[in-house]
């Protein structure tokens, strides 16, 4: 499927870590995953009954959820910057096209120039084309 693996960099190919970035964030956001976390709470709730301390019961699951956590954040935050600069990029495409087009057309009318450099000023395309 293409776009699957979206590169960090238009034309250069996805590293490591956001190959794997991608890959755990299609694991985690499946029902399934869901189900086992739902599972694994439900197993931990009657542990409380082998554990001599409520303090230890406390600590164990905590402890858990913290560190998944603390893990898929930066995972999904990597897979959710890398689909929105993807996005950005597409946008920046369409209204550099759109900008051509009004460019051409406003040989015909003229209030359309205008317009075009408030889109250009707007997105940011002179900007974007000197750093090129």
Not at 5 to 27: I, L, Y
Not at 29 to 52: D, G, K, N, Q
Not at 78 to 86: E, G, I, L, V
Not at 107 to 116: G, I, S, T, V
Request: proline share 4%; aromatic share 8%.
């Amino acid at each position: 499927m293409p776009g699957k693996n979206m590169p960090s960099e238009v034309s250069g190919k996805p590293s490591v870590f956001d190959r794997f970035a991608t890959h755990a964030s299609e694991f985690v956001s499946r029902a399934w995953f869901f189900v086992m976390c739902v599972l694994l709470v439900v197993i931990w709730a009657p542990s409380y009954f082998l554990l001599e301390s409520a303090d230890t019961w406390q600590l164990i699951i905590n402890t858990m959820t913290t560190i998944v956590t603390f893990l898929l954040v930066a995972l999904l935050q990597n897979t959710q910057k890398r689909s929105d600069d993807a996005l950005q990029q597409k946008l920046n495409a369409l209204a550099d096209g759109l900008s051509d087009i009004m460019g051409h057309l406003a040989k015909d009318n003229p209030d359309l120039e205008h317009d075009r450099k408030e889109l250009r000023e707007a997105v940011g395309l002179e900007d974007r084309e000197n750093t090129r």
